[in-house]
């Protein structure tokens, strides 16, 4: 079985329904504090050691929503046709807000601390059947080996 190739690309028609220019201008005046805003707050956020502990409060508590407006701002671009350099634009920020919105706390020092204080004796004594086992192993293989040359020094 064959794949065929796509069919070429055509230019995308505007839509029946899309907005006219001057709407599409206004609509975007009257979003772009928003999508500023959010910038501002994403750039903090990228420029300072602390991630999101470096915000204020306010900013920190607006950030969520700031976020769901922009996204669903790039759906109502994509969906009305609007110029491909605002929609690279808003896709760019909403991915920088993502990756600050749903970020995940690095470990850090006191992750491998905490590891080798309780998470590595816990999981000596959930295994210490293998432990004891393979201590024992090696003292059988050391005691083997002191016998043998015991027996026939080199």
Do not use: C
């Not at 050691?49 to 407006?69: C, E, I, T």
């Not at 491909?84 to 690095?106: C, E, F, I, M």
């Not at 905490?114 to 086992?133: A, D, I, N, Q």
């Amino acid at each position: 079985m064959s794949i065929s190739p796509p069919p070429p690309v055509t230019p995308a028609k505007p839509a029946a329904n899309a907005p006219s220019t001057a709407a599409l201008n206004s609509w975007i005046e009257t979003h772009k504090p928003t999508w500023d805003n959010l910038a501002r707050i994403i750039n903090t956020v990228g420029t300072g050691r602390n991630g999101v502990r470096s915000l204020a409060r306010a900013d920190l508590k607006s950030l969520g929503s700031l976020y769901r407006r922009t996204a669903s701002d790039l759906s109502y671009a994509r969906l009305r046709g609007a110029d491909p350099s605002l929609v690279l634009y808003l896709n760019d920020l909403v991915t920088r807000a993502h990756g600050t919105v749903y970020a995940q706390k690095s470990p850090g020092w006191s992750a491998a601390w905490e590891f080798l204080t309780l998470g590595f004796p816990r999981l000596l004594r959930r295994k210490k059947w293998y432990v004891y086992s393979a201590a024992l192993m090696m003292v059988l293989g050391a005691i083997v080996a002191a016998v043998m040359v015991a027996v026939e020094p080199a």
